[in-house]
T-cell receptor
């Protein structure tokens, strides 16, 4: 079946531009996570949704970062006034609440380069 | 607070040799532990996970890991390396299996020498 998809796969932005990154989770998955992976580092948690509710946004690095999931399916991560330090791979993951087999399934990521 | 330390950012082994990737965790409560693999330009794929029960966990592609509470370790092993094992490996910890944020280590890049 279809996995988690993300678009665009690559994004180049000039410093100060706004960007929007999209995540399509696995159909029926209730939970959705965003992670940021800097070059040579492990992914770091940004935010978590259960359906449309954003239950944890403790990892968002600044108020320039905003995420939404208005209908409990597709999610968008928006970064306003991008800075060079925002350059990273942004990973989305989804999981189901069904039983013991909850695993986070990751998308391929969006590689953001801010010039 | 929870954290993960992966010893060795780069590991090289010969094809057919034992693979050992080290992971130590810090957690104030019983952890859930995971190993993920990342191939170039791809997302993370779950190799195996420990939640409760048997401390020796078997995963895909012949990998296994053993949870050792006394050593706060969850090292990943494979008896015989294959060229296709070359990738980046991440150890991660969470406190509630599923629907809880993962805390990752910095990763270990595994190179297989022909």
């Amino acid at each position: 079946g279809a996995g988690v998809s993300q678009s665009p796969r690559y994004k180049v932005a000039k410093r100060g531009q706004d960007v929007a990154l999209r995540c399509d989770p696995i159909s029926g998955h209730v939970s959705l996570f965003w992670y940021q992976q800097a070059l040579g580092q492990g992914p770091e948690f940004l935010t978590y949704f259960q359906n449309e509710a954003q239950l944890d946004k403790s990892g968002l690095p600044s108020d320039r970062f905003f995420a939404e999931r208005p209908e409990g399916s597709v999610s968008t991560l928006k970064i306003q006034r991008t800075q060079q330090e925002d350059s990273a791979v942004y990973l989305c993951a989804s999981s189901s609440l069904a039983g013991q087999e909850e695993t986070q399934y990751f998308g391929p990521g969006t590689r953001l380069l801010v010039l | 607070a929870q954290s993960v330390t992966q010893l060795g950012s780069h590991v090289s082994v010969s094809e057919g040799a034992l693979v050992l990737l080290r992971c130590n965790y810090s957690s104030s409560v019983p952890p859930y532990l995971f190993w993920y693999v990342q191939y170039p330009n791809q997302g993370l794929q779950l190799l195996l996970k420990y939640t409760t029960g048997a401390t020796l966990v078997k995963g895909i592609n012949g990998f296994e890991a053993e949870f050792k509470k006394s050593e706060t370790s969850f090292h990943l092993t494979k008896p015989s390396a294959h060229m296709s094992d070359a990738a980046e490996y991440f150890c991660a910890v969470s406190h509630n299996f599923g629907n809880e944020k993962l805390t990752f280590g910095t990763g270990t890049r595994l190179t297989i020498i022909p």
